[in-house]
Structure formats: structure tokens, C-alpha cells
């Protein structure tokens, strides 16, 4: 007992840092601190305690049987912080703190990087951290507070809320489609070359929205980055499946066999169970919904943004 007395709510929180991590270099870099400070900071963990939580190899480190079940006491700590701070936040008007949102490449730097501005605005005290992840963002180890996602989460610690969906369609240059002619039907498109995902490294199988199209496409080129695929589309090299939100600035391509071979995606909310009720992770929430309901005909590339330059989206009730 006398070990656990000399802990406090500091120590914890390096602790839970440096054990989701699982390295102490990223852990320093989530918390600003340098190296040896965190380093240190462990090691004092572990004198206080008097027994080793970690097993040191080189990949890392990682808990040991101590180690986890200390991970589970700790986290229950933390939710209790957290819960306190939603209480006091729930008393302050103003909404205040740092948000993180994990998402998408395509839907953080096509889509949402674009509509933040009313948000900041009316909340000049909250922070925005966007993280653009091609992997599945573990919320409920804190890997952040948001999750912007094409399917829902399956933990228990977390709430998942489909708020919207959006469509995909076929693109290619005029460039393309003067060389190698323009598909009039879906069995035209096995005379075509494609632009798509990295197989191997594609870790979210919503995002294999090629599959929904054609089987075995002749691709002719891939990258892990939506972005990247927009441009070798542009510069001729094939014909790439996007979602209709990634070219409302792309002039360059053209739409091909619109209507047939639309692909549809939900989009999730994903939210730790204790901070629900924080008016930070509220007004984000609300606002993020507000865009995907207003943008609906926009998101199918059935009409122009009704959020886009600023413009104000919906109340989420």
C-alpha cells in the first residue's frame, strides 16, 4: 500500500501513455517530452512501485501480467478524470479544449479540411487536432477522441453513430479517354487500365471499393494515397474509383458510366463511452453531422455544397 500512496494522477497518466504506445519515443512525442525524460519517468514508476511492468525487447516494450493489470486499474482512473472533467466542462458555456479527430486521408484533407471554418469560429477556445490514419484508430485506447470511419467500432468502451454516407464514381481523364476510347457499358471495362489501393497495405476493407466495380481490374498503377490516385488519373494513366467529395476542385476528370457503376460508403462517429458528455467532444460531433446531412445530394455528386466557403451546416439535435 505504501507504494501506491506515493503514485499520483501524473505518474498514471505516463504509465497508460507509454503502455498503449508501446514505445517510449512515441509516447515522448504524444506528450511533447523528450526521451530520457519519459524514460526516466518509467523508470521512477517502477522504483515506486517496486516491480517491473515492462518487458524491454526490440520492438519495444511490453506489459507484463503486472503490467495489465495495472493497465486495467489505471484505466478506470482515467475514466473517472475524465468524467470529472465532463462535469465541471458541463458547467462552462464556453466550449473549450482539444479535440482529436482520426479519419481518412481522402475525407480529412478532400473533404472536412475545407469545412472547419464555422466550427472554429464559433468556438475560438477549442483545439483541432486532425489525424489522417489509413488504419483503424483505436478509440478506446485514446488513440484519439473521434473516430471518422466507414464502419462502425466494436468495443465496448465506445459509442459508434452512423451520420452519413457518400458516393463513389468513376473518373478518368479526357486524355485517357481519347487514347483508349470511352467505356459505354460494364464489360467495357475490361479493356481498361485502373488506379487503386495497395493491396497488402490496405487494413479497412470498406476502402477495397474497386471490388464493387470490376473483379480482377487491370491495374496499372497503385499507391496508398487517395490523392496520389487522383493525380495519376489526371495525368492519364488509368481510370480511379473516388468519392464524389475528393474532385469538387478537380476539373480535369471526367466522369465515366455515371450512374452504373456508383459505389455507396456509410460513414461512422466513433466516441469514447466517458467523454460523450464533454461540450468540446458535443459541439464537434453536432457539426461534423451537420456537414454529412447537408452535403447528402452533394456527397452523390447530385449538386453543389451547401456547406463548402464557410457556409453554415445544420443543427445536429
Known amino acids: 500500500m505504501t507504494a501506491f500512496n506515493n503514485l499520483n494522477w501524473d505518474d498514471i497518466r505516463v504509465f497508460l501513455l507509454v503502455a498503449r504506445a508501446g514505445a517510449i519515443s512515441r509516447a515522448a512525442r504524444q506528450m511533447g517530452m523528450d526521451h530520457s525524460t519519459v524514460s526516466r519517468r518509467i523508470t521512477q514508476f517502477e522504483y515506486t ?3 517491473s511492468v515492462f518487458e524491454r525487447n526490440a520492438s519495444g516494450l511490453v506489459l507484463n501480467r503486472l503490467g495489465q493489470d495495472l493497465l486495467a486499474r489505471a484505466e478506470e482512473i482515467e475514466a473517472g478524470v475524465l468524467r470529472m472533467g465532463a462535469a465541471l466542462e458541463a458547467g462552462d458555456r464556453e466550449v473549450s479544449g482539444t479535440v482529436r479527430i482520426a479519419m481518412m486521408e481522402g475525407i480529412a484533407s478532400l473533404y472536412l479540411s475545407r469545412r472547419l471554418l464555422r ?4 468556438h475560438p477556445r477549442l483545439s483541432l487536432e486532425i489525424v489522417t490514419s489509413p488504419q483503424h484508430v483505436q478509440v478506446s485506447r485514446r488513440e484519439a477522441d473521434l473516430f ?3 464502419f462502425p467500432a466494436a468495443a465496448k468502451s465506445v459509442l459508434s453513430r ?4 457518400f458516393g463513389l464514381g468513376l473518373f478518368a481523364s479526357q486524355d485517357y479517354l481519347d487514347r483508349h476510347g470511352t467505356p459505354r457499358c460494364i464489360e467495357d471495362l475490361r479493356d481498361h487500365r485502373f488506379v487503386d489501393y495497395i493491396r497488402d497495405l490496405i487494413h479497412v476493407d470498406p476502402v477495397r471499393w474497386l471490388d464493387d466495380v ?3 481490374p487491370q491495374v496499372a498503377i497503385t499507391s ?8 495519376f488519373a489526371v495525368g492519364g494513366i488509368g481510370i480511379v474509383l473516388l468519392p464524389y467529395f475528393s474532385v469538387e476542385q478537380e476539373t480535369r476528370l471526367v466522369r465515366v458510366l455515371e450512374g452504373v457503376t456508383d459505389v455507396k460508403r456509410e460513414v461512422w462517429l466513433t466516441v469514447h463511452n466517458d467523454l460523450r458528455g464533454t461540450g468540446r467532444i458535443r459541439a464537434v460531433e453536432r457539426y461534423i453531422a451537420g456537414l454529412l446531412r447537408a452535403d ?3 456527397l452523390f455528386g447530385r449538386g453543389p455544397s451547401t456547406t463548402g466557403c464557410g457556409a453554415q451546416p445544420g443543427a445536429e439535435g
Do not use: H, N, P, V
Not at 466550427?119 to 464559433?122: K, S, W
Not at 452512423?162 to 454516407?165: N, T
Not at 496508398?224 to 493525380?231: F, N, R, T, V, Y
Open 214 to 216: 470490376i473483379a480482377e
Open 162 to 165: 452512423k451520420i452519413g454516407e
Open 148 to 150: 471518422l470511419s466507414f
Open 49 to 51: 512501485l517496486g516491480a
Open 296 to 298: 447528402r445530394d452533394y
Open 119 to 122: 466550427l472554429t469560429e464559433a
Open 224 to 231: 496508398s494515397s487517395m490523392i496520389a490516385q487522383m493525380g
